[in-house]
C-alpha cells in the first residue's frame, strides 16, 4: 500500500492548461463503457500536481489486485495490460492512466465508485493505446455520515359514555320496591394525532489515516435547522477509524414527509460528508393515548375497563327502586361515568326515574264480599276467574272462601289470603300487607290443608299473618274498608 500526499501549488489556469488535451478519438465513452471522457496531459504528472486530490494510490505496475485505503477502504483494479477496470469503496475523483509519453487522466464529478475500459492516450504510430506503465487513483479523505429519521406521533381516543334505563318512572306503595335495568354503553367517538415528530441518530466516521477536525454536526429538514446533541465541544478531533454519534428530535406541526439531510463539516486535510435519509410517517411508531377508559356507576361502583379494541362496550345491571315511605314523587337518579386511563378525561351519563308513591289508593272488601259475590269483575283478573286453583289445596279460591275454617289454621290464613289478593287487584294499596302476603305465599305453596300445623307455636305464625291480612280486608290496615 502506497500513499503520496501532497499539497497542490498550481494555479487553476495551469491546472485547465494541463487538461487541455485533445480527447481519444478512438475510444467513444459509450463503445467502451467509459463513464468520462480522459485529457492527454503530457509527462508523469501526479494528483497533487494536477490539483485533482490530496491523496493518491498507485498501482505500480496496474497488476490485478486490491489496495487498502486506510482503515475500511480499497480500490480494486483488473487490467489485461492495455485496459483497466475498477472499483472502490471511496469516493475516487480522477483515475491517472500513464502508458508512453503522456498519460490519459479521467476526472470524475462528482466523485465515482468505479469505472471500465480506461486506457493510457494513443500510440500515433499504431493507432491503439500504449501499453499500460502505472495507474494512479486520486482522491480527498472525507469523513462518512450515516444517519436514521424515525417518525413518531400520538393518537388521542375520545370517549363517550351514554345510560338508558328501561323504565322512566314506575308507580310504588309505601314500602313497595320495583327493580330497573339500566344500560350503559362506552364507545370511541373520534381519534386526535399530536404531536408528529421526527428523531435519529447521527453518526459521523473519520475513515483517514490522519484526525478530521469536526467544525459542526447539523441537521435540516425541510430547510429548517434540527438541534443536534453530539456530547462534545466544537471543534472536535475524530481520531482516525473512530466514530462520534450525535442525537437529535425535532417536533413537527403535522404529518410532513420529506427528506432529512445531516451535514459534518470540517477543516484541514479530511473534508466534510453528509447523508439524506426520507422521512415517512407510514410506518411511523404511534402512541396510543387514552386507548382505555374505567366506567363506574354512583350505585354500582366498577363496571369494568373498556379498550378501543372492544368498543363499543355495552354493561347491563339492574337497581331496585324504592321503598319509599312518603307519598308523591320521588327522583331515582343513577350516574355512569368514566375516566381516561392516561389524560384523566372524564365523562358521564344520567337516568333517573321517578317513583310515584301512591298512599293508601282504592278501598278493600272482607272474605263474606268476594264469597258472595263472584260475579264481581274483579274476579276476571285471576287467572281462571272463580275455578283458579288456590295452592295445593285442591279447591279453588271461590271453594276456600266458602269452606269454613273449623279451627283448621290453613283455611283461615286461606281465606284472609284470597280476599286479599281480590282487594290487590281492585288496585287498593297493598303496601301494608305486601310483606305478609309473600310470607303466606311461601307457606302455601308448600302446604296442603292436611298438612296444617297442630303445634301452637307454628300455628301461631299461620294466624299472625292471616291476622294481618284480615286487617288489611277489613280496612284497618292499609286503605279503608269500601261501603
Not at 324504592?322 to 365523562?347: E, H, I, L, Q
Request: net charge negative.
Amino acid at each position: 500500500m502506497e500513499y503520496r500526499i501532497w499539497i497542490p501549488t498550481f494555479s487553476a489556469a495551469l491546472l485547465a492548461g494541463c487538461l487541455s488535451g485533445e480527447p481519444h478519438d478512438s475510444l467513444g465513452s459509450a463503445e467502451q463503457g467509459i463513464s468520462t471522457t480522459p485529457q492527454v496531459v503530457p509527462g508523469n504528472p501526479t494528483c497533487a500536481e494536477l490539483g485533482l486530490g490530496t491523496f493518491q494510490v498507485k498501482f505500480d505496475p496496474p497488476v490485478s489486485g486490491t489496495k487498502s485505503i486506510g482503515a475500511s477502504d480499497s480500490v480494486s483494479i483488473s487490467a489485461d495490460g492495455t485496459r483497466v477496470d475498477w472499483t472502490a469503496t471511496i469516493g475516487i475523483d480522477a483515475v491517472i492512466v500513464k502508458g508512453g509519453p503522456n498519460a490519459s487522466v479521467y476526472v470524475y464529478s462528482p466523485e465515482s465508485l468505479g469505472d471500465t475500459q480506461l486506457t493510457a492516450p494513443i500510440n500515433p504510430n499504431n493507432g491503439k493505446p500504449y501499453g499500460l506503465s502505472h495507474v494512479d487513483f486520486c482522491f480527498d479523505w472525507e469523513v462518512k455520515v450515516a444517519k436514521t429519521a424515525n417518525t413518531s406521533f400520538k393518537r388521542q381516543r375520545l370517549w363517550s359514555i351514554d345510560k338508558t334505563g328501561s323504565a322512566g318512572s314506575v308507580t310504588l306503595s309505601p314500602g313497595e320496591t320495583q327493580t330497573v335495568g339500566y344500560t350503559v354503553t362506552a364507545a370511541v367517538t373520534s381519534s386526535v394525532d399530536n404531536d408528529w415528530t421526527v428523531a435519529g441518530t447521527i453518526v459521523v466516521t473519520n475513515p483517514a489515516p490522519d484526525p478530521a477536525t469536526l467544525v459542526s454536526v447539523t441537521d435540516d429538514f425541510g430547510g429548517n435547522a434540527i438541534a443536534v446533541d453530539c456530547g462534545v465541544t466544537f471543534p472536535f478531533a475524530l481520531p482516525s477509524g473512530a466514530s462520534l454519534t450525535c442525537t437529535y428530535q425535532a417536533a413537527l406541526p403535522g404529518l410532513i414527509n420529506g427528506t432529512n439531510t445531516a451535514t459534518a463539516a470540517t477543516t484541514g486535510l479530511v473534508g466534510p460528508g453528509s447523508a439524506s435519509v426520507p422521512v415517512d410517517f407510514a410506518g411511523a411508531a404511534i402512541t396510543l393515548v387514552d386507548d382505555c377508559i374505567d366506567v363506574v356507576d354512583d350505585r354500582v361502583g366498577s363496571l369494568g375497563t373498556v379498550c378501543s379494541q372492544q368498543a363499543p362496550a355495552s354493561f347491563t345491571y339492574t337497581l331496585t327502586v324504592g321503598p319509599y315511605s312518603d307519598c308523591g314523587p320521588r327522583p331515582f337518579a343513577n350516574t355512569a361515568s368514566f375516566t381516561a386511563t392516561d389524560t384523566g378525561a372524564t365523562g358521564s351519563d344520567s337516568w333517573t326515574v321517578t317513583a310515584n308513591v301512591v298512599c293508601n289508593v282504592g278501598c278493600t272488601r272482607t272474605p263474606g264480599y268476594w264469597k258472595n259475590h263472584p260475579s264481581d269483575p274483579t274476579w276476571a283478573l285471576l287467572p281462571q276467574g272463580t275455578q283458579t286453583p288456590f295452592f295445593l289445596s285442591g279447591a279453588t279460591y271461590l271453594d276456600i272462601l266458602g269452606t269454613p275454617p273449623e279451627g283448621n289454621v290453613y283455611y283461615i290464613l286461606g281465606r284472609a289470603y284470597a280476599a286479599a289478593h281480590l282487594n290487590k287487584l281492585t288496585g287498593a294499596s297493598f303496601s301494608a300487607a305486601a310483606a305478609a302476603f309473600a310470607e303466606a305465599t311461601t307457606l302455601l305453596e308448600t302446604t296442603t290443608p292436611a298438612q296444617a300445623p297442630l303445634e301452637d307455636a307454628a300455628r301461631a305464625k299461620w294466624t299472625a299473618l292471616a291476622g294481618i291480612l284480615d286487617d288489611y280486608n277489613n280496612g284497618r290496615l292499609g286503605p279503608s274498608h269500601c261501603d
